[in-house]
């Protein structure tokens, strides 16, 4: 990724540095004005669901013909309900990568030509470092260093933040992200898209242990490895299935959606929380954040609350509504990006596996 | 055509059969791999990677659909795709996919049975059953006569 770094001036001006943020690495489409790093003026999400929903899961090609139709009309929507004009916008920020190439190069193309057009700085962001960013939107205090759980349908990261861009990857997974996980179990059963809210929802008043899952350990590694639970979850499911073949029973009767949705979660979420304990021991932060579309998990949000109860340090958990994708957070992260003077250029590509430490 | 079939026991078995497949594959290869969820398709390319040595970390690309790893001291690089959450071919080469398979580089695809059409007759096909929990039936079906019973260790 080629960029230059040329230290801002220090501005010395009374009204904010405001950041338009635009965001299309997936299923959202999604822009937004934020006020020096911390405040949102403006944050409008178009989402994709209902047009996926019927595939289980987000059709790549759909997913890019959908930004290109909502991407002007998002990014007219955030700068009239900012109340500013374009000519008030400090720098563009852009979700460069990871994600699906199709759908990042719509809101690449989109920034570089309102960027060129209103002659401000390009600033490329990590989808991840949006995610953590999304903290600092919560708390206008965090500062880093401090660690971050970044979990979601394509991600399950352990992140040390040493400082607004310096991040050290700590875990991350060796196979299925932890929402991957609850995707494909949610479609096993036949219980829909998207999955994570749909297993959350399930598992309500179901019991948590109602089977044995492995807790897969790496050696030498905090890394995670979710292939391994989806597998034996699957072969309970099947063995259930059998079952009631043989008995003449549903599957159901055997084995309820309710009980197995609270195990998968309970499963996963004790490995989240245990890798995350473990990571705070070797790094000693004293601050943990929670990110990614996984962490609106109530559950798993209970489950980190205790820990970092136990152990002594802060939490802070992102609200529900910017835990999924969103722009507010990608200007967020652009904002401490302009502030260093690292931008791109207009040659800027889209990078479907940009990892967080190559930044 | 050979058709070519074993018993793995374990995902580390299957790992390490596709270590030994590795060395009889050449650039320009393409393996098409179908199984039901948690067959081992990820895990066989882990094995694949580790022996060709190539940068990067395998992981389901379920999510990209492609991960890309160069080349490392083997010289081969490998193009780890997941068909998925693909509709069908039209997007298979609507996204340009078609032209990693003429690359110079190892192609294995998750789920290839969605693309089929798209892959070359030469195409190595692996089909992963599931027995029993680890259990697994590995079968290949490869019009290539590479000696495919030097993989049984």
Known sequence: MRMTNCKNIAVDRAEPIYILGIETSCDETSAAIVADGRRIVSNVIASQIDLHQSYGGVVPELASRQHVKTILPVIEEAVSLSGLTLAAIDGIAVTAGPGLIGALLVGVSAAKALAFAIERPLIAVNHLAGHIAANYLCDSELEPPFLALVVSGAHAHIVYVQDYSDYSLIARTQDDAAGEVFDKLARAVGLGYPGGPIIEQKAQGGNCKAFPLPHPLIKDSLDFSFSGVKTAALNVLNQAEQLAKKNGQSRREILSDKDFAATVQETIVEILTAHLSQAQKITNARTITLAGGVSANLRLREAVTEMADQIGVKLIVPDIKLCTDNAAMIAAAGYFLWRDGIYSDLSLNATALWELSEI | ?153
């Open chain 2, 1 to 153: 055509m050979q058709t070519f079939s074993f018993i793995s026991k374990t995902a580390e078995e299957t790992a390490a059969w596709a270590s030994r497949l590795a060395d009889l594959l050449q650039a320009g290869d393409v393996l098409a791999l179908d199984g039901d969820l948690g067959a081992g398709k990820t895990t066989l390319v882990s094995g694949l990677a580790r022996r060709l040595g190539v940068k990067g970390q395998v992981a389901s690309p379920t999510f990209t659909l492609l991960r890309d790893h160069e080349a490392g001291e083997r010289g081969t690089a490998l193009y780890h795709f997941d068909a998925y959450r693909l509709s069908g071919v039209d997007e298979w080469y609507e996204s340009g996919f078609d032209e990693y398979i003429t690359a110079d580089g190892i192609t294995a695809i998750e789920w290839a049975q969605v693309i089929r059409e798209a892959l070359p007759p030469e195409t190595i096909s692996i089909t992963l059953e599931r027995l029993g929990a680890n259990e697994r039936r590995i079968t290949v079906n490869w019009s290539d006569a590479r000696p495919l019973h030097t993989t049984i260790s």
